[in-house]
């Protein structure tokens, strides 16, 4: 009997210390990945910041000149750089980047231009199509076309968005952009708005008489 209990107890004894080892094993195991995942954390927020910064610089480099622009054409200033932010997807897209144009214009017969894919909204969904859009030689002459385009109205209609100089703040003129034709996209201005709040872009606004 007494080989037995000994028998016994070093399984026992085994069975322990295999729990035991098991059980250091799944926590270092464990303390490994939270350690892995706190460190990718920290540099997924490190990353996210960055960004962010690098968003808020670009507004800051267009908020004084969409100002100028509001300034001599109504423009609401939010408008024009909730537009570009929109248009040129942060200053991401082709069009933007290497041709300085920021609100997705298209060419008029004559001026330097580029053909580039875009989607329109056509017949309830979205189709890709070949757009020929404006060249510019920098950002300041884009915006400066947009607040003319938007002033001076169409080549064939000179009072085509009438109704967005019109507009006494920035949800007026966001929907007034809708209205009056400036974009295929149904949600055109709820997009406006939500980029406007999010930054609180109408801080840059000129105060309307």
């Not at 004894?13 to 059980?23: C, E, G, K, T, V």
């Amino acid at each position: 009997m007494a080989k037995r209990k000994r028998r016994g107890k070093k399984k026992i004894f085994r069975l322990n210390l295999w729990l035991w080892i098991s059980s250091i094993l799944v926590l270092a195991i464990g303390a490994t990945f939270w350690s892995q995942t706190l460190i990718y954390n920290k540099e997924n927020a490190q990353g996210q910041d960055v960004v962010r910064q690098q968003k808020i610089a670009w507004i800051n480099q267009l908020a004084p000149y969409a100002r100028l622009m509001q300034e001599k054409y109504g423009v609401i200033a939010s408008i024009s750089i909730a537009q570009a932010i929109l248009e040129s997807d942060w200053h991401t897209s082709t069009l933007s980047t290497q041709y300085n144009n920021l609100f997705g214009i298209k060419a008029d017969a004559g001026q330097k231009s580029v053909v580039l894919p875009t989607q329109e909204f056509q017949n309830g969904e979205w189709v890709t199509i070949q757009g020929r859009f404006a060249a510019y030689d920098s950002w300041q002459e884009s915006m400066k076309a947009h607040a003319e385009l938007l002033y001076h109205g169409t080549s064939w209609n000179a009072a085509q968005y009438q109704h967005v100089l019109a507009a006494k703040d920035y949800q007026a003129a966001a929907n007034a952009l809708t209205k009056d034709g400036y974009a295929t996209d149904p949600t055109y201005a709820e997009k406006l708005i939500a980029i406007i709040q999010t930054w609180h872009l109408s801080r840059f606004d000129v105060p309307q008489k």
